[in-house]
């Protein structure tokens, strides 16, 4: 199948490493123009990320970067990119988790942070965005997020609470921006072994008295798939709605976990 994303522009936040590294990867793949973005202070890894999509893929990236907790900065490097590149066709807002723990373990701080980080700065990317997708008569938007978008998940308060508040947004923005064939959906990932879940399951494990190793053995054997899903799979979910090929699936809340969740 043609996903009709040649030399379309696909801004994906976040982007240097972990599964939004993988889904610019396969962006990159079918042939869109790939913005891979992140911090100044990770300048290193977002260079290694630009030299891995093109070894892989033969199509470089471009390479931008910006603050999460700086709103001004996301504004002035989406204007950027559109102007530099001629447009933007798709956004994938992507962001480090927050803080793990349990609501008396946190603080307001923590709360201001978790705000900023996942949901906040998705809300300016799209108001940059959004002209360069009107003016280029349409774009695609997906809000990756979490599994907690279908299922709470324990000591995870922080996003459980503002995924939920990206789901929210995404199906009112879908239906606020369908006359102008932009699409908006919000995915999730299931559990796809990168930095953030090592961290998360060594948290897991010590509360448990197991050690990593143990921990991971028994948390993929728990799931139907018997596995952890791959950055792949995830990523091939995302590049299908975020391209033209997906011309009516909007407004929709989507996890790619093997059926992980139990939640319809």
């Known amino acids: 199948m043609d996903l009709g994303l040649k030399d379309k522009v696909v801004v994906c936040l976040s982007s240097a490493s972990g599964f939004a590294k993988g889904i610019a990867t396969e962006f990159a793949r079918e042939g869109a123009k790939v913005v891979v973005s992140t911090s100044e202070a990770f300048r290193k890894e977002l260079d290694q990320a630009v030299a891995d999509i093109e070894k892989e893929t033969g199509n470089k990236p471009y390479a931008y970067t910006y603050d999460v907790l700086d709103n001004e900065s996301i504004t002035v490097m989406i204007e950027k990119i559109g102007k ?10 992507h962001c480090p988790g927050p803080k793990a723990g349990a609501f008396e373990a946190l603080t307001e701080e923590d709360w201001a942070d978790g705000y900023q980080k996942c949901l906040h700065s998705y809300t300016y990317a799209i108001r940059a965005a959004l002209p360069f997708m009107k003016e280029g008569g349409g ?7 979490s599994s907690s978008i279908k299922q709470a998940l324990d000591n995870l308060i922080l996003s459980n609470t503002f995924r939920m508040g990206v789901v929210g947004m995404s199906k009112t923005m879908a239906r606020e921006f369908g006359q102008y064939n932009i699409l908006v959906n919000a995915m999730g990932p299931g559990r796809i072994y990168t930095d953030r879940i090592k961290y998360l399951n060594s948290i897991r494990a010590e509360k ?6 143990e921990y991971n053995e028994k948390d993929a054997a728990s ?16 590049v299908f709605m975020g391209s033209p090929a997906n011309g009516a699936i909007s407004g929709q809340v989507i996890c790619v976990d ?4 139990t939640a319809y």
């Open 84 to 93: 530099d590149l001629g447009g933007i066709y798709g956004l994938v807002n």
């Open 139 to 145: 774009g695609r938007i997906v809000n990756s997020t």
């Open 208 to 213: 448990a008295g197991m050690t990593l190793e």
């Open 223 to 238: 799931f139907p798939q018997k596995r952890y899903q791959s950055v792949e799979e995830y990523a091939r979910a995302v």
């Open 258 to 261: 093997g059926a992980m969740t």
